[in-house]
């Protein structure tokens, strides 16, 4: 038995590949919910199915304490249209989202709504979150 060279080993070892991307997992999963931007609104809920379209929607939102936005910029209520037909470039069928905190007055969302349809936009919808499954 002559002096046998032993061979170098030719696996490659997996595990700190796992290490770094369970890493990266995890700092995905943790900055992915600080990544989104807006108005905070409590939204309500429904069983409705979304919509899908091409276009990007132009979102007014409008929070608890009655506050106008249009997008993430403040609005009152009787820039609201002008500023909507410029955010359009005058496109009256471009697609308008309406998001209301779900603790606002009715009357207030409908209002709103109101100004933007008489002010010729036809396409325009409230949004709602879907509820939570029940178990």
Same mark, same amino acid.
């Given at each position: 038995m002559?002096?046998?060279r032993r061979r170098p080993a030719s696996e490659i070892n997996v595990t700190p590949l796992v290490?770094?991307?369970l890493v990266l997992?995890?700092?995905f999963m943790v900055t992915a919910p600080m990544m989104t931007s807006g108005v905070n609104?409590?939204?309500p809920k429904t069983d409705a199915s979304p919509l899908n379209a091409d276009t990007k929607p132009i979102t007014v939102s409008v929070k608890s304490d009655g506050?106008?936005?249009l997008g993430d910029e403040p609005v009152s209520a009787d820039q609201l249209v002008g500023q909507l037909q410029q /955010? +359009?470039?005058?496109?009256?069928?471009?697609?308008?989202?309406v998001r209301a905190d779900a603790h606002i007055n009715y009357g207030q969302v409908?209002?709103?709504m109101g100004k933007i349809t008489s002010g010729g936009f036809t396409h325009?919808?409230?949004?709602?979150?879907?509820? /939570? +499954?029940?178990?």
């Open positions: 002559r002096g046998r290490d770094v991307m997992l995890i700092i609104v409590d939204l506050g106008i936005y /955010a +359009a470039q005058n496109d009256k069928e471009h697609r308008i989202f409908m209002d709103i325009v919808a409230l949004l709602a979150q879907q509820p /939570a +499954a029940s178990q």
